[in-house]
T-cell receptor
Framework: TAGITQAPTSQILAAGRSMTLRCTQD?????MYWYRQDLGLGLRLIHY???????GKGEVPDGYSVSRANTDDFPLTLASAVPSQTSVYFC?????????????FGPGTRLLVL | AQSVTQLGSHVSVSEGALVLLRCNYS??????LFWYVQYPNQGLQLLLK??????LVKGINGFEAEFKKSETSFHLTKPSAHMSDAAEYFC?????????FGQGTELSVKP
């Protein structure tokens, strides 16, 4: 099974441009998440969705937006990219959003904003 | 609120030596604790998790971790390191359905 796929694998983006990072899961998981990974900071939650049609803000939501139109897809949009959004972005999913659920991660998107 | 602290951003061991990666947590509720591994240029993969069933948790690739409530610790160990264990390791605690990650520990294995 594919699990979670993310696209693109990597991207160089000019500051001020918009971009959508795509995430698709085939496990029929209810909950999905977007994290950014920065050296020395671990992974920080950007946005999450407990079920299709709902979204919520994580620890570092500013400058990002998400939508969850269906169970499988959870795109992350940068409306106007800034250099501080240079990072590695990981999408994850879990069967439910409850305490103790295992999250499964995609391979990541490496984004460089110049 | 929940938080995780990983002691040591980088650990280096010789092949065949004991691996010990330290994790301390803070939680206002009985915690669920996780260790994830990230190999170069890949996503995170679950190594093991503690869900209150047993204090000693065995995971994949010979790793295990022991939950010690009195010490608020969940250290990861492996008796004998292999070159293929070189990776970054993340400890995480579950808080209100969300994972809170530590800063990560990079493990190097010397031949």
């Amino acid at each position: 099974t594919a699990g979670i796929t993310q696209a693109p694998t990597s991207q160089i983006l000019a500051a001020g441009r918009s971009m959508t990072l795509r995430c698709t899961q085939d496990m029929r998981h209810n909950a999905m998440y977007w994290y950014r990974q920065d050296l020395g900071l671990g992974l920080r939650l950007i946005h999450y969705s407990n079920t299709a049609g709902t979204t919520g803000k994580g620890e570092v939501p500013d400058g990002y937006s998400v939508s969850r139109a269906n169970t499988d897809d959870f795109p992350l949009t940068l409306a106007s990219a800034v250099p501080s959004q240079t990072s590695v972005y990981f999408c994850a999913s879990s069967d439910e959003a409850g305490h103790g659920e295992t999250q499964y991660f995609g391979p990541g998107t490496r984004l460089l904003v110049l | 609120a929940q938080s995780v602290t990983q002691l040591g951003s980088h650990v280096s061991v010789s092949e065949g030596a004991l691996v010990l990666l330290r994790c301390n947590y803070s939680s206002s509720v009985p915690p669920y604790l996780f260790w994830y591994v990230q190999y170069p240029n890949q996503g995170l993969q679950l190594l093991l998790k503690y869900t209150s069933a047993a204090t000693l948790v065995k995971g994949i690739n010979g790793f295990e971790a022991e939950f010690k409530k009195s010490e608020t610790s969940f250290h990861l160990t492996k008796p004998s390191a292999h070159m293929s264990d070189a990776a970054e390791y993340f400890c995480a605690v579950s808080g209100r359905g969300k994972l809170i990650f530590g800063q990560g520990t990079e493990l190097s294995v010397k031949p």
